[in-house]
């Protein structure tokens, strides 16, 4: 009997298990959470590509200001992870800087992508 009541026990607590979710999906119930959430999951994405990308380079972050056009406060910024709001030109053009293209892709078709003052040289 007592061997009983530990399965109806467990049975009830794996039921329960089922039904309760984690706090990360109940905070993605709320949609101005889950908002938030994308946009920042977002940024936080670019963000630790374009780190990637700027480690693998050897270039000083004056230098690669040089070669992106962009200020070194803005490298700088991007490195330490106090850029709020990455533009996506600025992050052509480090990635450009570094070697890297950036192409958009649909069915077979693909755009690449460039800053206009990039065309002109």
């Known amino acids: ?3 009983y ?16 979710i984690s706090t990360f999906d109940r905070w ?3 949609p101005e959470v889950a ?8 940024e936080f ?14 270039k000083s972050v004056r230098e ?4 992106a056009g962009i200020s070194a406060n ?6 330490s992870g106090h850029s709020k709001d990455m533009k996506l030109s600025n992050f052509i053009s480090v990635a450009k800087a570094c070697g890297y293209g950036l192409v958009l892709e649909k ?3 693909r755009i690449p992508l460039t800053m206009p003052e990039q065309n002109a040289q």
Do not use: C, F, P, W
């Open 5 to 20: 009541k530990i399965r109806i026990q467990e049975s009830n607590y794996y039921e329960k298990a089922k039904e309760s």
């Open 35 to 42: 908002k938030g959430y994308q946009a920042e999951y977002r």
């Open 107 to 109: 069915n077979g078709n």
């Open 45 to 58: 994405v670019l963000s630790e590509l374009l780190l990637a990308i700027m480690d693998n380079d050897e």
């Open 1 to 3: 009997m007592d061997d």
């Open 74 to 79: 803005t490298i700088q910024n991007i490195r």
């Open 64 to 67: 690669l200001a040089k070669h």
């Open 28 to 30: 993605m119930q709320d």
